[in-house]
């Protein structure tokens, strides 16, 4: 009687879907290789500090590993809505492991997306010392922590046929203030929003690869209060959706 | 610890577009360990709110449920209840036999999984994936997942409803054989011969009431043991219900059909008063005919008897 068989089956099951399996980090690494290779010689990117490699390396990489999280919502609607939910409700498996399983598995494909972007920023002739890579690839994880939250909110608020919207949307949005696209330079309303974002926190973890600092107090601020918001809007949309009180 | 299951003055209400939707509106229940007992009604009834209030999927407006002296919730985190719900897919990219691990891996003291894949008759088809099954297949499997638990209490929501004939009866033979090995097991269905034919006990509902609880044969004495059913028209329902031996009246275009406490006594007033009844036929009331009579008696009855017999093909 251990959550762990679970886990090792939603894993298999994972890996199984080839689509979902493959598009994860292949859709995140086409475009990497197509915007990298235009800006393989570029040193210091609008004046970020950091190569034209190494700020869209990260940059995708947010991207992508976002989507992975956020993606734990669609496979939580589509059970939600083939009654495997119900099913699992009135099994001895605890909703927190479950959701911890679904986070877990999100957490496998974000770190698959990492490191194939890292081979490719390698290609592209990304040098960092190891810690560099260990602390970018720290803040990473921890950044992408209210992104597992967003996901199981998701998940319980829409159906499988309205959820592709709703994710690609938000993640495109956040995506777009947080830098992952290109960078957000100068002064104005957007680059300020954006300091309140955690799509922006994760592209920063980029800087501590070039020997720069990690985050400042405000970045770990942002994160948890970001964590904190989203995982008390899951509780309220799981509860919601399964009545109980 | 009580070895009793008990639901005690339940109610549930829904929203609906009209107003609440009383679908439940005071249910008691009792089941003793190693029964069998069939929850029986038309759709709509309120059978699958009560179950879902007895597996703790939803919280009862009033009334409580105790499940072997716990709350469903207790009852399901120990993994004494399993359960095959009305609706349900299966989640893809596992194999058949993956699936029921996974499920088995679940539960304290789980079966077998290589007996449940026999006893399901799922053995052969344990390498598919499951998105590949048909639908009577996805049946068996669902009905392996809620076995494979081992449970105390085996809870079937209307387990056969899409299943053929073939089906149907293997799924009966392997319900008798479980329930053999000391278990508790309760069953909602609107097929009243599978009530009567694998029930201990029937709990009829309708109109999110019980309207009636005993074993299938004392549900069948209550009301009369036979029913007579003669082609008479043009004469008034309350002249054939005042005749000796007669309980009940029921018209069917030109037929009648009536209940008898003595189908001796009716059969001979019938003919003496209304000599021009022909096709005539004297049957024993199955629990169809107990179920109409027991939800006519209420005063809401007439709607709930028409609404049981639209239900059940009439």
């Known amino acids: ?97 479950y959701f911890v399983t679904k986070v877990g598995t999100s957490y496998m494909m974000a770190l698959i997306t990492l490191v194939v972007l890292y081979l490719a920023g390698a290609s592209f002739g990304v040098s960092l010392r190891a810690g560099g890579w260990l602390g970018m690839t720290g803040l990473i994880l921890v950044g992408l922590i209210p992104f597992a939250a967003l996901g199981v909110m998701l998940g319980h608020l829409f159906t499988p046929d309205s959820i592709g919207p709703a994710m690609g949307g938000g993640v495109a949005l956040l995506g777009l203030l947080g830098g992952t696209f290109f960078p957000l330079t100068g002064h104005g309303f957007l680059p300020e929003l954006a300091q309140y974002l955690p799509s922006r926190w994760l592209v920063q973890a980029s800087r501590v690869g070039v020997g720069g600092h990690g985050w400042p107090a405000k970045g770990w601020i942002v994160i948890a209060a970001w964590t904190l918001l989203l995982s008390l809007a899951a509780i309220r949309a799981y509860r919601r959706d399964t009545g109980r009180v | 610890m009580s070895e009793r299951i008990e639901l005690r003055g339940l109610q549930k209400s829904f929203r609906g577009p009209q107003g609440p939707i009383r679908a439940v509106r005071g249910v008691d229940v009792d089941v003793a360990a190693g029964e069998t007992v069939a929850l029986l009604g038309p759709n709509g009834a309120g059978k699958s709110t009560t179950i879902d209030m007895l597996l703790g999927l939803l919280a009862p407006d009033a009334g409580s449920v105790s499940v072997f002296g716990r709350t469903p919730a207790a009852a399901v985190a120990d993994g004494a209840i399993g359960a095959m719900l009305q609706t349900g897919a299966l989640i893809r990219d596992l194999s058949v036999r993956e699936l029921v ?138 002249k054939l219900s005042a005749l000796p031996g007669v309980s009940g009246v029921q018209r069917r275009g030109e037929a009648v059909v009536l209940s008898c406490t003595d189908s001796d006594a009716a059969i001979r007033a019938l003919l003496a008063a209304h000599p021009q009844a022909r096709d005539i036929e004297i049957a024993a009331a199955g629990l169809e005919q107990a179920f109409l009579e027991l939800t006519a008696e209420d005063p809401s009855g007439e709607a709930e008897a028409e609404a049981a017999a639209r239900a059940f093909g009439r």
């Open chain 2, 101 to 238: 691990e996974m499920m088995a891996s679940l539960y304290p003291s789980p079966l077998a999984v290589r007996e449940v894949l026999a006893l399901t008759g799922i053995d052969e088809i344990a390498a598919q994936r499951t998105q590949k099954l048909s639908g009577g297949q996805t049946q068996r499997v669902r009905f392996a997942l809620a076995l494979v638990s081992n449970p105390e209490l085996l809870v079937l929501d209307e387990p056969t409803v899409a299943m053929d004939v073939e089906a149907r009866r293997d799924f009966w033979t392997t319900m008798r054989e479980f329930a053999a090995r000391g278990k508790t097991i309760l069953f909602a269905t609107h097929y009243l011969e599978e009530a009567d034919a694998y029930a201990d006990r029937a709990v009829l509902m309708a109109h999110g009431r019980v309207v009636a609880d005993g074993p299938t044969t004392e549900i069948k004495a209550m009301v009369g043991s036979r029913t007579i059913r003669a082609t008479l028209p043009d004469v008034e329902s309350e």
């Open chain 1, 1 to 97: 009687m251990s959550p762990l068989v679970y886990t090792r089956f939603e894993l298999l099951r994972t890996v199984r879907n080839r689509r979902f399996f493959i598009l994860s980090f292949g859709f995140p690494l086409v475009i990497y290789v197509l915007v990298a290779g235009s800006v393989k010689h570029v040193h210091d990117l609008d004046h970020t500090g950091l190569s034209g490699p190494l700020y869209f390396m990260i940059g995708w990489a947010s991207f992508g590993t976002m989507n992975a999280m956020v993606a734990c919502g669609a496979r939580i609607a589509a059970e939600r809505q083939a009654g495997w939910t119900r099913q699992l409700r009135i099994s001895p498996l605890a909703p927190r492991a």
